[in-house]
Structure formats: C-alpha cells, structure tokens
C-alpha cells in the first residue's frame, strides 16, 4: 500500500508531531511512504488563468512542476493531508497546491483512481479554526472523487512546541490509534457513496450540455456520457 503525506508546513510543531503519530500507525514493511512539504516542495501561485480547465491542465505555466504531483496523488492509497490552522485557514503553502489542482475536480476532469483512494485530513490550532480548516481541505478531497475521508483535528490553546507537552497527550494518542484502525478498516474495503456517485451523475448532465469543451471531450472519450463508471 502506498501513503502520501502533504504537509502544509516545514515546521516541526503540533501539526507534525501527530502526522508521526499517524504514520507510526501504519509502520509497515509491506507499505510505501512518500511526503510532500509545502511551500518547499512547491512554491507557485496560481494565476487564475484557467488554461488548466478551459484548455487543458499542459498548458498550465506551472504544469511541469504540478504533474509530478499529481502523478503521487494518483498512485497513493491512503492521502494523508496535514496544515497547521493559518489564520482560521489552511497554510498558504497547501492552498497554493490546491488551487493549481482544480481541473481534477468532479466538475471538470476527475482522475478515475481517485475514486479508489482513503483520505485524511490532520490539522492542529492554537486558537480556532479546526473545524474551518478541516471543512475546506475536505471538500477539495471529496471533489476529487475521494470517497472516503476522515479526520483529526486538535486545539492546542498553545503556541509552537508540540501535543507531547500537554497533560491531555495520552489522549490525543490513544485517540490516533482508534482513527488509524478505522482508516485501515476502510482500506481493506474501499467504496464509493451514494453521494459522490449523486454529483458525478449531475457533473455528467452538465458535461452533456458541453459548457467546457475540454472538460466535455474528456468525459465522451473515457465513455462517462454513455453510462460507464469510474468506480
């Protein structure tokens, strides 16, 4: 099994300290490993030009950068997620990525592996935002087509450091492991939803009426329009 980790910080606080403890989780010598850190790994700004979505994702500026991206997210099993909250967000460095990744969404030209993929969301706040942050980076997975996603959210009320100085530490680990042996569950035996197979059956009425013709050649050429699934 494969796990990809984004992590939309190169700091070693709360956020990384439970990404670990996750990953601990899945120590395994039958499973791959693969990370990505942000704004190292990638750096661009999305320039709102669209060349991804009206003409195709090659004709994006920063196509050879995101490609090699994509191609992990593609290969991975399990995609784990993990951003400190920014200011009552996601870190900059993970919204970058995700505003380039855009054309794969259910509404444009999903990637049929996606549709076989569990999804976790990691996110730690000193203050608020957990709930915020988890709700946006969940909604960019399920528009991917991911199935599945769970999440880990935590409120410090603390700066820097990480979760092994406070009292409530035992806690948050045992907490880890029960949502690691539920992700593993799900792993064992993927399906998609009635609800993402609902907005891939509306995307596709959409598709039909031909708005983006890239979008709309993409879907005839992989058989969506006349009933075949991606799932």
Same mark, same amino acid.
């Given at each position: 099994?494969?796990? @990809?980790? =984004? $992590?939309? #910080? *190169?700091?070693?606080?709360?956020?990384?300290?439970?990404?670990?403890?996750? &990953?601990?989780?899945?120590?395994?010598?039958?499973?791959?490993?693969?990370?990505?850190?942000?704004?190292?790994?990638?750096?661009?700004?999305?320039?709102?030009?669209?060349?991804?979505?009206?003409?195709?994702?090659?004709?994006?500026?920063?196509?050879?950068?995101?490609?090699?991206?994509?191609?992990?997210?593609?290969?991975?099993? @399990?995609? =784990? $997620?993990? #951003? *400190?909250?920014?200011?009552?967000?996601?870190?900059?460095?993970?919204?970058? &990525?995700?505003?380039?990744?855009?054309?794969?969404?259910?509404?444009?030209?999903?990637?049929?592996?996606?549709?076989?993929?569990?999804?976790?969301?990691?996110?730690?706040?000193?203050?608020?935002?957990?709930?915020?942050?988890?709700?946006?980076?969940?909604?960019?997975?399920?528009?991917?087509?991911?199935?599945?996603?769970?999440?880990?959210?935590?409120?410090?009320?603390?700066?820097?450091?990480?979760?092994?100085?406070?009292?409530?530490?035992?806690?948050?680990?045992?907490?880890?492991?029960?949502?690691?042996?539920?992700?593993?569950?799900?792993?064992?035996?993927?399906?998609?939803?009635?609800?993402?197979?609902?907005?891939?059956?509306?995307?596709?009425?959409?598709?039909?009426?031909?708005?983006?013709?890239?979008?709309?050649?993409?879907?005839?050429?992989?058989?969506?329009?006349?009933?075949?699934?991606?799932?």
């Amino acid at each position: 099994m494969r796990i @990809l980790t =984004i $992590i939309g #910080t *190169p700091h070693n606080g709360n956020t990384r300290a439970i990404t670990d403890l996750f &990953l601990n989780e899945f120590k395994d010598e039958k499973n791959e490993f693969d990370e990505i850190v942000l704004p190292n790994d990638f750096q661009e700004l999305c320039y709102g030009c669209e060349n991804c979505i009206l003409k195709g994702e090659e004709n994006c500026p920063h196509f050879k950068l995101v490609n090699p991206i994509v191609e992990k997210i593609e290969k991975a099993d @399990l995609i =784990i $997620i993990a #951003t *400190p909250v920014f200011v009552m967000s996601c870190s900059s460095g993970l919204k970058a &990525l995700l505003d380039h990744l855009a054309y794969i969404w259910l509404v444009h030209r999903p990637k049929e592996s996606m549709f076989n993929k569990v999804g976790l969301i990691i996110t730690s706040a000193g203050g608020s935002g957990v709930k915020d942050t988890v709700k946006l980076v969940k909604n960019n997975l399920f528009y991917w087509g991911v199935p599945k996603v769970y999440n880990y959210g935590v409120t410090t009320m603390k700066m820097g450091g990480n979760y092994i100085d406070y009292k409530n530490k035992d806690k948050i680990i045992k907490q880890v492991k029960n949502k690691a042996d539920k992700i593993k569950r799900s792993l064992q035996k993927r399906k998609v939803g009635l609800k993402t197979k609902l907005f891939f059956k509306i995307f596709g009425i959409t598709q039909n009426n031909g708005w983006n013709k890239t979008d709309s050649d993409y879907w005839k050429n992989k058989g969506w329009l006349e009933g075949k699934k991606p799932y």
